[in-house]
């Protein structure tokens, strides 16, 4: 991949505001990548976002917006990177069709991350078939324009597995036609949620948003899950698995100070609201400026769905020329 051209393709499903996760687990090589790459894309996912949220088109319409106001905040530009709303390029609807019948149903219900996001839903056997088959229209969303690197978090890496095997057969069967896939996943791969459990997500409520307020920000910090051991201050305190300490060593800058804190948490001595105030003041100079900048762009949304309007036009472009080497590859060019 060395010598080809560096396509870069990242996107976020519309279902709710940009948490911490998305932050640290793409948006930083999102913003790297849109200087280092040949060609930038940034998709939001209406589609995909409908494939678990068919009945509430309302939430996913209102989070386009959101999600595109999120990522231009954190400082995606659009003269460097094509913002763009999948629905509107019917061209990876058509695509994701004919990579359909590359992959068996056997192999989808296999994907770790469908597997544990079904599990989220409770869907088991009544798991809607978009739902169950989003790894190909995501294959699809990344080689629409020929994109060759992603940056992600660690739960999409399946995902890109599962691309990189429909890449790899459409190859195989009719011709050189994409590259392989690579990803590049962000300092944090996978950041826990504020209660400890799980994959800070939009869908499971545990995020702390790039948008939230001072106040929120406090107030979810202060109700962290910490060590449930921990009562008097006196008591030694765990380190491990404490959502306040795995906080503060991403994000705090002062590395040093933060490991004799953990030493001194160890030890007892330190209570939970030190920390905790700590970690309320790291977190808000992250956002604080993310936060202000997402204000001032929200006074004209008409500006942001325009930025999208014309970056949708550019993907369509390109979405027909890929369409037309598809359809001579797969012998579909009748006319
Ligand atoms: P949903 O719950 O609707 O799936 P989400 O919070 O998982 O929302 P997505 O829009 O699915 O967000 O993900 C957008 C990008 O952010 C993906 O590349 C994903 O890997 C990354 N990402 C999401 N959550 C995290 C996290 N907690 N840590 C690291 N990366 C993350
Ligand atoms: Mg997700």
Known sequence: MENKRKIVLTGDRPTGRLHLGHF?????????????????????????????????????RENVL???????????????????????VPEI??????????????RLKRNPTVKSEMKDKGYEENVPVGFL??????????????????????????????????????NRIYGQTFDRIKHLVGNTPRLVGIDGNSKMSKSLG???????????????????????????????????????????????????????????YEKGGLGDVVIKKRLIEVLEKVIA?????????????????????KGTKEARKEAKKTMQEVKKAIKIDYF
């Not at 609807?93 to 056997?106: I, M």
């Not at 790039?210 to 921990?230: A, C, G, Q």
């Not at 009562?231 to 906080?247: A, C, L, M, R, S």
């Not at 997402?294 to 008409?302: S, T």
Request: aromatic content about 6%.
């Open 24 to 60: 640290v687990g793409s948006i930083e090589n999102r913003l790297k990548l849109q200087d280092e790459a040949d060609k930038a894309f940034y998709m939001v996912a209406d589609i995909q976002a409908l494939t678990d949220n068919a009945e509430n088109p309302e939430k996913v």
């Open 66 to 88: 959101e999600v595109a106001l999120d990522n231009l905040a954190c400082g995606i530009n659009p003269k460097k990177t094509t913002m763009f709303i999948q629905s509107e």
């Open 93 to 106: 609807a058509e695509l994701t069709v004919l990579f359909l019948n590359l992959v068996t149903l056997a």
């Open 133 to 170: 088959t989003y790894p190909i229209s995501q294959a699809a969303d990344i080689l629409f324009c020929k994109s060759n690197l992603i940056p992600v978090g660690e739960d999409q890496l399946p995902v890109i597995e599962q691309a990189n095997e429909i890449v790899d057969d459409f």
């Open 206 to 264: 545990n995020g702390i948003y790039l948008s939230d307020s001072y106040e929120i920000i406090s107030k979810k910090v202060m109700n962290m899950y910490t060590d449930p051991k921990h009562i008097h201050v006196q008591d030694p305190g765990k380190v491990e698995g404490n959502v306040v300490f795995t906080y503060l060593d991403i994000f705090d800058n002062k590395k040093e100070e933060v490991s004799l804190l953990k030493k001194q």
């Open 289 to 309: 400026p993310i936060r202000e900048k997402r204000a001032e762009l929200a006074k004209n949304p008409k500006a942001v769905m325009r930025i999208l309007e």
